[in-house]
């Protein structure tokens, strides 16, 4: 009965419980630790719920500034750590408090996290962060690199960060003197030779000092192919060098023109050939940011055409991969089911589906997703839909972003408390991973073994959607920036004018209407936003009420058989740019 009187002392008893069961079965590997077993850290998670009262009313900014303050402290936490037992390694190990240079020796966490510190506004931090990559970043080196991960993480990195630091407004740095651009002008020159083959398609792997190594595989993935734009488009435009949004953009027509009959991609195909290798199609692992990256290239770029190739994609995928609310694989040429799964990966598409405007669907495949986590208290890396448990084989939960990253856009997009809360859910869990050297990621979603592993991108994405979760009228959020598949954010209004290059391979295409922007321009002639940030022409069932487009297919010829030799040009940049069409009007 005195139990029943004073939960919290309940609670402290199952803890304790727990600790002494868990002592009884510790792991002797040394990069294995284990935490609480799923059953008690659901209910230890639910009961702390129930008796620890909010300190303010979900939502309110009482309660967004002590969720801001937790994020911060778990991010220097891992961050400080980095800087003392890996820097400039790639990557930390939070388990060994050592490192691991485990993609090209260019220390990859603080490239990745620069721009981290920038939305903290830590300027002392930023500042001095960039004068330690001006000691110790170099790119000559003797390595094999993924072409898709140092473009995402290191690429993207170092123009977001750049961009950032010339930004007047936010005032990071007095003396900055361009070197994040230069170091990313000297990154794409060693990249470039990957993308020399007959379809344009890059390989997948490059010595940053030699080149393609004799005898590297040929096969790639869409995913590889087709999430270069962003960053290789940008490129361009800051350098006034074409050939990096040329290469881009042909890796991705070839991409696209090798599509199905049904609009669909497949998961691997030969660089060399542009025959499929895996035909298995879906929105997650090896495909999820080809979605992503024609949605927002059109967002950045402006350019229609690239709206019109993410219409097509995107109503092939809600048609033929959509088990609502679940996403499956399917075969790329017959729609026939191959594998029921839910991956981790697939957790970015209500995001998509918030940019699209469909906020009824992105709801509610939020939802399902975060039932997942609801019930181990992480997402594992795979989930059998079918029996309704864990993937075997897929049961980590290396620190990923996705399903925060989906939760950010739908809270920005609705104002709804539950994704607040949604958000402290996550937070709470993840401060669980804390370990004396950093966050160390989850090996197993049921036991909650601990791995001696911290992706970089804990630090650039996953903390960095979580902030601004909780942080909704930040500058990040102000409609002038899109974030890349690295949640790095590219500011739409900095783009040199006089520096664009041509539209390299949709010249040809007949231009349309542009509902993104049109939503847009409309809402800033009429001043007229709701207070929570709500659209004013949202329907009742939630969905948005920007419009489609309807083209017909052969007007695509063009784009099907792109060739790379294409004509340097102007672009206008001098236009406002399209940005989301659930824009919010958030402050600097």
Known sequence: MRVARHPLSFLAFLLLLNLAGAGRNLHDRKDVHETRPDPLAKLLRDLKDSFTPAAAPPGSEQELDQL??????????????????????????????????????????????????AVLGNRTEFARAVGLLKKH?????????????????????????????????????????????????????????????????????????????????????????????????????????????????????????????????????????????????????????????????????????FLFLFQQAYHSAKALLAKSPWYVDVNMESAQLVWPIYNSLQSFWPAIEVIAGNLKDASETHSAFYGVWRRYGYTPEGYNLADGRVQQGQRSYPLRPELIESTMYLYQATRDPHYVQVGRDILSSLE???????????????????????????????????????????????????????????????????????????????????????????????????QHGRDDEQSQDGESSCQTISMKEEELHAVQNESSDVTDGLYDCTLPRPTLCLDRNASM
């Not at 891992?78 to 490192?99: K, Q």
């Not at 350098?239 to 990096?244: A, C, D, L, M, V």
């Not at 804390?434 to 592993?453: M, S």
């Open 68 to 117: 801001r303050k937790r994020v911060k402290r778990m991010f220097y936490h891992a961050y400080d750590n980095y800087i003392m037992h890996a820097f400039p390694h790639d990557e930390l190990l939070p388990l060994s408090c050592s490192f691991i240079d485990n993609f090209g020796s260019y220390a990859l966490t603080l490239v990745d996290s620069l721009d981290m510190l």
């Open 137 to 305: 970043l170099s790119f000559d080196k003797d390595v094999q690199v993924s072409v898709f991960e140092t473009n995402i993480r290191v690429l993207g990195g170092l123009l977001s960060s750049h961009l950032l630091a010339r930004d007047p407004k936010l005032k990071l740095m007095d003396d900055y003197d361009g070197f994040l651009l230069k170091k990313a002008l000297e990154l794409g020159e060693r990249l470039l030779p990957a993308f020399d083959t007959p379809t344009g398609i890059p390989y997948g792997t490059i010595n940053l000092r030699s080149g393609v190594a004799v005898g590297e595989t040929t096969i790639t993935s869409s995913a590889c192919a087709g999430t270069l734009m962003l960053e290789f488009g940008m490129l361009s435009r800051l350098s006034g060098r074409g050939e990096f949004e040329r290469v881009a953009k042909r890796s991705l027509l070839a991409l696209w023109s090798r599509r199905s009959s049904m609009g669909l991609i497949g998961a691997h195909l030969d660089i060399m050939t542009g025959q499929w290798t895996h035909k298995d199609s879906g929105v997650g692992t090896s495909i999820d940011s080809f979605y992503e990256y024609l949605i927002k290239s059109y967002i950045l770029y402006g350019e229609d055409e």
């Open 432 to 530: 669980q991973t804390r370990v004396p050297c950093g966050h160390a990621a989850i090996e197993d979603v049921e036991t909650h073994l601990l791995q001696d592993k911290m992706d970089s991108f804990f630090l650039s994405e996953t903390l960095k959607y979580l902030y601004l979760l909780f942080t909704p009228r930040h500058w990040a959020l102000n409609g002038s920036f899109v974030f890349s598949t690295e949640g790095h954010p590219l500011p739409l209004q900095q783009l040199p004018g006089d520096r664009f290059t041509s539209s390299a391979g949709f010249s040809s295409l007949p231009k349309f209407p542009n509902p993104f922007y049109d939503h847009h321009h409309q809402q800033q002639q009429h001043h007229h936003h709701h």
